[in-house]
């Protein structure tokens, strides 16, 4: 792997985002770190400690144009190819459907956690049609296959990517760009405590309840993620495509 080979990663800057730069600087990439978030992509320079394959620009997934500059600059570079992209950037909000003002919030997820991967897909995989090469990688959630109680609009949110992406592994296969989703589990995050309050978070992730849904005994982490993340962009055959892999310590064979 050379740096001349580019990595997108969008919501960069934060839990899974961050493990993603790492693992994925650690393997050779030039990581193009991107995220809403400008304070949070400055202190993940510094939590990286100012990695010289590691750029970092503003992005908002949902606006086109911002992600259309983002991937101008790195086509600018010489000698430079956008091999990867890692649509991450996500949002979540507790909306019980009944609960008023429950369709804002419920557009707002959807623009971002679909949406804006097809804005992604969209405008890089034009470039990486160009190259013959690509690697696209969607951040579902296991909330997409199940659904998830108090959670509906962010589970359609995910519903909607692992489609994209089957879709997507169809459309762009014949281009050499294969595409793949990861649907992790309940990971411990900023994410987590958005939708969950703080004490419902057991603080080791190894409590009893826990045991009692994950046969892994334990929650997800960003590492876990980031190891698939780079498996998937460094993996030489193509014959992952389409491929929706769970990431949950076996939550989904549930309980006997
Ligand atoms: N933590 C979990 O348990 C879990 C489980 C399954 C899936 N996921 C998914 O993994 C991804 C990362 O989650 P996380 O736990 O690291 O969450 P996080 O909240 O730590 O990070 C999400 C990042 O996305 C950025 N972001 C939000 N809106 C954006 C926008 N419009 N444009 C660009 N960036 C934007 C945020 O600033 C933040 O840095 C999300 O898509 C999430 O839905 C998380």
Not at 159 to 169: D, R, V
Request: with cysteine; glycine share 10%.
């Amino acid at each position: 792997m050379t740096a001349s080979q580019i990595a997108l990663v969008t919501g960069a800057a934060g839990g899974f985002g961050t493990a993603i730069c790492a693992s994925l600087l650690e393997v050779g990439y030039h990581v193009v770190a991107t995220d809403i978030n400008i304070d949070a992509l400055e202190g993940l320079i510094e939590r990286l400690e100012h990695p010289a394959n590691l750029t970092y620009m503003q992005m908002d997934v949902c606006d086109l144009d911002s992600v259309q500059e983002v991937v101008d600059t790195i086509e600018q570079r010489e000698n430079a190819s956008l091999s990867v992209l890692i649509n991450n950037a996500g949002i979540i909000s507790k909306n019980f459907c009944l609960q008023e003002n429950s369709t804002i919030d419920a557009k707002k997820i959807i623009d971002v956690n679909l949406i804006g991967a097809i804005n992604c897909a969209s405008i890089v995989s034009r470039v990486m049609g160009r190259q013959r090469y690509g690697r696209i990688i969607n951040i579902a959630s296991v909330a997409g296959i199940w659904g998830a109680s108090g959670g509906s609009a962010y589970a359609a949110s995910k519903a909607g990517l692992i489609k994209a992406s089957e879709s997507w592994a169809r459309e762009l296969g014949p281009l050499n760009i294969v595409v793949t989703a990861i649907a992790p589990g309940i990971c411990v995050t900023d994410m987590l405590g958005k939708f969950v309050s703080k004490d419902q978070v057991p603080k080791t992730g190894e409590s009893k309840i826990v045991k009692s849904i994950v046969p892994t005994g334990r929650l997800g982490n960003p590492n876990d993620v980031s190891e698939v993340v780079t498996f998937l962009a460094t993996c030489k055959t193509d014959y992952i495509n389409g491929t929706v892999i769970a990431l949950d310590g076996g939550m989904r064979v549930g309980q006997l």
